[in-house]
Every structure is written in C-alpha cells, then in structure tokens.
C-alpha cells in the first residue's frame, strides 16, 4: 500500500506541474495577443440601389423573387460609400463591401456577408466583417461583428443599425450603423518569439 501511495502521490505531483506548465504557456499566448478594448463607432451607408451610379447590384433571383412580398432568393453584391455623416458629400471612411441576400418567405429580411473596409482616418487599412439576418421592417435592427483585421484583429461584436432616410424614388437609402466592437489592441501584439 506505501508504493501505492507514493507512485499516486507522484503522478498526481507531474499532473500538477503540467497543468501549471501549460498555465503558463497560455498565459505567454495570450500576452502576445495583446489587451481587449471596446470601440464604439457611428458612421452612415449610402446605400445607391438605382440610377447611373448605382453600389448595389443583382446577381440571382429565385422563381419566387417577384412573386413575394418579402422578394424571397434576391442576391445582390455591393460596395458602398461608408461616411461620418448621413451626407452623401460628407466626408469618406471607407466601403461596405459583399454579399446580400432576402432569406425569408414572410418578411424582407436580408442575409448579410460584409466587410466594412476603411480606408480614411484612424483605421485605415482595417476590416470589420459581418455576418447575419437583417430585418429590414424593424426600426432599430441588430446585426452581428464576427471578425475583423488590421485595428479590430480578433473582433467580436454588434452592431446596431436603422434607416436614415429613404428618397422618394427609392434611389438612394442611407443607413446608420453603430458598431460596438470587442477587439485586441494592435499596439499590444507582440512577437510570440519574445
């Protein structure tokens, strides 16, 4: 019963000192990661669905596209001008870039696969990418963040976003978009070497 004890003894002491090993090489990662913030943004989508400049284009239609209300299997790709103000002259911080798509019989809910790709300002060069169902019919809608790169590398997070305004022709619609982002702060990353 004494080697019992001594070999369980030290089995359980080499599963401690591993766990406290592996411990501190998570720890190690980590650090390379860096610290999390939160970034709160507001910006605007012009959103240019007619006329001679249009950003939002069809690429598929379904059999029942024009047959529903909700204009069920529309897919459109898009690249629009993203602004600080809801001015389609206010100043450019970047591009809302990808897929759409109205996934629902009852509703005009849009499928979303975007990017929102900086390229004025504090973040230029950066991404956040979105990914999610878009009811259009609600007032205030939520969608969420599921990664990003650049200033917002390993970004989680949401975004809060309703209609601006609609012309009367229905040209031009402009989005307001307000993300909150949980994301690494790239002036902490370091090498993983040191």
Known sequence: MGK???VLTLSAL????NMLGS???AQRLNSCLGKERLTRL?????????GENKTVWPVAKSNLSDVLP???????VLDNL???????DSQEVGRLQG???LADFHEKALV???NVVFTKGEYKGSTLSILGRNPLDDKIREVPIVGGTGAFRMARGYVITRTYSTDETHIRNVYEYNPVVFHMDGDDITSLDS
């Open 70 to 76: 909700s204009a069920f299997g529309t897919v459109c």
């Open 99 to 101: 897929l759409i798509g």
């Open 4 to 6: 019992l004890t001594i």
């Open 112 to 114: 979303m696969l975007l």
């Open 82 to 88: 993203v602004t600080i103000g809801p001015e389609i």
């Open 42 to 50: 507001r910006f605007y989508l012009q959103d240019v669905v007619g």
């Open 14 to 17: 080499a599963l401690l000192m």
């Open 23 to 25: 411990n501190a090489e």
